[in-house]
């Protein structure tokens, strides 16, 4: 999967002369924490609501009116992260994860050609890349099987299910560093997974339901 199969589109942009009032109330009714600055076409910047709200003088100063002055006079060049962390659209999402990881920064802002063209966050990875992945949201029972990742047991673990008639929805397996067994994962289209524990109980494999 690509970036630009899960980034939002349509990216509102400021020029880098809008005033921190402005770029507050735009992010207020929009619903979005971050703000890329773009001035004729080009990004110079990225401001974010906790960064509006570090340098926004306190309501509490002897005098209100020397606050809304500030808030008027002051722009996002003022203020403005210029070291902007951003992505192709044609990047992989494995690649986009680690830049954000490894830069620390909570969204990526995708640019084609010198053009901002959309914006990826953390929760779109998470809401289009993990929750489907481990079936976060979606109907059924989850069963874990330790020690039954590896090859042979998955596959015989995979064969009682189908010959149960269970639908797998999605499978994963883990290995932790407290053990060198890999153990599975799985999330089956069915509210009662009985018979699938019992019958893979009496097969070796010491399996149970599992919280989601």
């Known amino acids: 999967m690509l970036i630009k199969d899960i980034m ?5 942009t400021v020029p880098s002369n809008t005033s921190l009032g402005e770029a507050k109330k735009i992010m207020k009714e929009h619903k979005f924490r971050r703000l890329p600055v773009v001035d004729k076409g080009k990004l110079v910047g990225v401001v974010t609501e ?6 926004t003088p306190s309501s509490t100063a002897p005098f209100l009116w020397q ?3 500030l808030i008027s006079r002051t722009t996002l060049r003022d203020i403005m992260e210029r070291n902007v962390v951003t992505i192709s659209p044609e990047a992989t999402v494995e690649q986009g994860v680690a830049l954000a990881q490894s830069r620390r920064v909570g969204a990526l802002i995708v640019v084609k050609a010198g053009k901002v063209v959309g914006i990826v966050t ?3 990875f998470f809401y289009n890349i993990i ?3 481990l079936g976060i949201g979606e109907p059924g029972t989850r069963i874990f099987v330790p020690g039954g990742g590896d090859g042979k047991a998955a596959q015989k673990i995979i064969t009682i299910i189908n010959k149960l008639g269970v639908a797998i929805e999605v499978l994963w397996t883990l290995s932790t560093a407290k053990s060198n067994k890999i153990d599975i994962t799985i999330q089956l289209e069915t ?3 009985s018979k699938v524990i019992t019958e893979l109980q009496n097969a070796g494999f010491p399996a149970s339901i599992r919280p989601r």
């Open 8 to 12: 939002t589109k349509d990216v509102i």
């Open 50 to 55: 906790d960064r509006l709200e570090r340098v």
């Open 67 to 69: 606050v809304g002055y």
């Open 122 to 124: 953390t929760n779109d």
């Open 131 to 133: 929750n489907p992945l």
């Open 191 to 193: 509210d009662d997974a």
